[in-house]
């Protein structure tokens, strides 16, 4: 199996988890941490699905050699794949968005659950509320993007089989 193949599967996977936790587990259980976990999944979808397209362009090389880092992948797939494929923007403002709100959660000093949502507080105290109807949206976003990510892929996806 090729590596962009492998990383369609996870990012396909992650979307499941993700989809299952906010549609099934999350009215269900009711705890507001589970918000985070979401969010995380929604974010290895995002990038899962950018490395996907990335590894099946370099496979044909019509990109140049990357590295395997979240900053590198990003920018080649703005500079190459987005105009080459006629990408919308709002696709990697959703990447650039979830990943922000995780580096935030990850300094945060202070966070905590509260009526639906994951509070987070910056180290100078500017509230950052993530609620379930935002996550519901990336979700919709991430699979638009999944769909894309197939789309893509499809076209000379028998040759590996």
Do not use: W
Not at 46 to 51: C, K
Request: hydrophobic letters at 40%.
């Amino acid at each position: 199996m090729e590596k962009f193949q492998e990383s369609r599967e996870k990012a396909e996977r992650c979307l499941k988890i993700a989809d299952h936790m906010l549609f099934v587990t999350y009215p269900l259980v009711k705890d507001d941490k589970l918000l985070m976990a979401i969010l995380e999944n929604i974010f290895l979808t995002f990038t899962n699905s950018m490395g996907s397209v990335l590894y099946y362009e370099r496979l044909f090389k019509r990109i140049p050699p990357f590295h395997d880092n979240y900053e590198s992948k990003l920018n080649l797939f703005i500079q190459k794949v987005m105009p080459q494929y006629n990408i919308d923007r709002r696709f990697v403002d959703s990447v650039v968005k979830a990943r922000d709100l995780l580096v935030e959660r990850k300094l945060a000093p202070v966070e905590f659950t509260k009526h639906g949502k994951f509070i987070i507080f910056s180290k100078d105290y500017q509230m950052r509320a993530i609620s379930v109807d935002e996550l519901k949206g990336f979700v919709q976003v991430a699979k638009e993007f999944v769909k894309l990510n197939n789309r893509i892929i499809e076209k000379n996806e028998y040759i590996f089989r």
